[in-house]
């Protein structure tokens, strides 16, 4: 289950440390288990989506010894707007949790 823009939040939640490429950003993803398949291909289209509406920005780094790359990092308006996608997603998961039971019925549920 998903909320809208749960991509987008996603990435820049991703960016709030730090400046990554693409391949760095698609990574942590799925490292951390909050995407599926994804792949660097996959992501670009959101990440220039993400430029486009001013809330990431993209410099070449060319001191990686090999390929210059596109670095992207997280903007003031891309962290306000992670701040409100949070804000959405905290509503959103009480609004299910409320409907599924408890928090401790939810956290047994998981544990079986």
């Given at each position: 289950m998903a909320f809208k823009g749960d991509i987008h939040a996603l990435i820049?939640?991703?960016l709030e440390d730090r400046p990554l490429h693409g391949y760095q950003i698609v990574k942590r993803l799925r490292e951390s288990q909050s995407v599926g398949k994804l792949?660097?291909?996959q992501i670009y289209p959101h990440l220039h989506r993400l430029e486009a509406?001013?809330?990431?920005?993209?410099?070449w780094d060319t001191d990686t010894g090999g390929a210059p790359r596109?670095?992207?990092q997280i903007t003031e308006s891309g962290t306000t707007e992670l701040a409100h996608q949070r804000k959405v997603w905290a509503r959103f998961a009480e609004s299910v949790s409320s409907l599924l039971g408890s928090s401790k019925s939810l956290s047994e549920a998981i544990d079986a």
């Open positions: 820049l939640a991703t792949s660097e291909g509406t001013g809330l990431l920005r993209a410099e596109r670095v992207y």
